[in-house]
């Protein structure tokens, strides 16, 4: 089993940045995708951005940035340029890749970590 825990959440004015982290831990080897995906109360769950183990990234939203320390097993998000529609819970997870890309879809995602709370007003 793999174990995603997330932090760096918290309140932040508008135009400000924070960044999240998420640490893995249990079996970790392996090629895998890594996600970001959040959701607003009343909102489906919606993929941020993904990065694979070769370290290509795919990006939903410009303003943020995917990145991960493979030797500390963490995944990161820069979140730069904040703004009060970036409110939501936000969730890193891990999945399979599929032809070589990693997708943005919920459902391609097996484990998953407890959420970090962002808010920003």
């Known amino acids: 089993h793999v174990q995603l825990v997330e932090s760096g959440g918290g309140s932040v004015q508008p135009e400000g940045s924070l960044r999240l982290s998420c640490t893995l831990s249990?079996?970790?080897?392996?090629?895998?995708?890594m996600a970001w995906f959040r959701q607003a109360p009343g909102k489906r769950r919606e993929g941020v951005a993904a990065?694979?183990?070769?370290g290509r990234t795919d990006y939903v939203k410009g303003r943020f940035t995917i990145s991960k320390d493979n030797a500390n097993n963490t995944l990161y998000l820069q979140m730069n340029n904040l703004k009060p529609e970036d409110t939501a819970m936000y969730y890193c997870?891990?999945?399979?890749?599929?032809?070589?890309?990693?997708?943005?879809?919920?459902?391609?995602?097996?484990?998953w970590g407890q959420g970090t709370q962002v808010t920003v007003s």
């Open positions: 249990g079996d970790t080897s392996g090629d895998y995708c």
């Open positions: 990065i694979a183990g070769d």
């Open positions: 997870a891990r999945g399979l890749l599929s032809a070589g890309r990693c997708p943005l879809a919920s459902k391609d995602y097996d484990y």
